[in-house]
Nanobody
Framework: QVQLVESGGGLVQPGGSLRLSCTGS??????MGWYRQAPEKQRELVAR???????TYSDAAKGRFTISRDNANNTVYLQMNSLKSDDTAVYYC??????????WGQGTQVTVSS
């Protein structure tokens, strides 16, 4: 059974930082990444990284968020700095296997509020 399990969400004040983690099991993933979905908005890409550590960021994430991977532990991280209220959303881990199968984590809530 393939699973992606996220952790690290929570409540943070504007300007603060959070680090999200996602560990996969049951498969290796060619691409691992993070998406987010705010209330009444579509799910959008935040950042993703290939197995060889090539990263892609959304415009909203560039300069503030950093994605990284630990391939030995099938884990992807998202370090989020300078958080804004607009970053409030459910953050989902995403994994794409070498066979093209796509998997999602259950989501973790990030709330940026004073």
């Amino acid at each position: 059974q393939v699973q992606l399990v996220e952790s690290g969400g929570g409540l943070v004040q504007p300007g603060g930082s959070l680090r999200l983690s996602c560990t996969g099991s049951g498969s290796l993933f060619n691409i691992m990444g993070w998406y987010r979905q705010a209330p009444e908005k579509q799910r959008e890409l935040v950042a993703r990284m290939t197995y060889s550590s090539k990263a892609t960021y959304s415009d909203a994430a560039k300069g503030r968020f950093t994605i990284s991977r630990d391939n030995a532990n099938n884990t992807v991280y998202l370090q989020m700095n300078s958080l804004k209220s607009d970053d409030t959303a459910v953050y989902y881990c995403n994994g794409l296997t070498i066979w093209g199968a796509e998997f999602w984590g259950q989501g973790t809530q990030v709330t940026v509020s004073s």
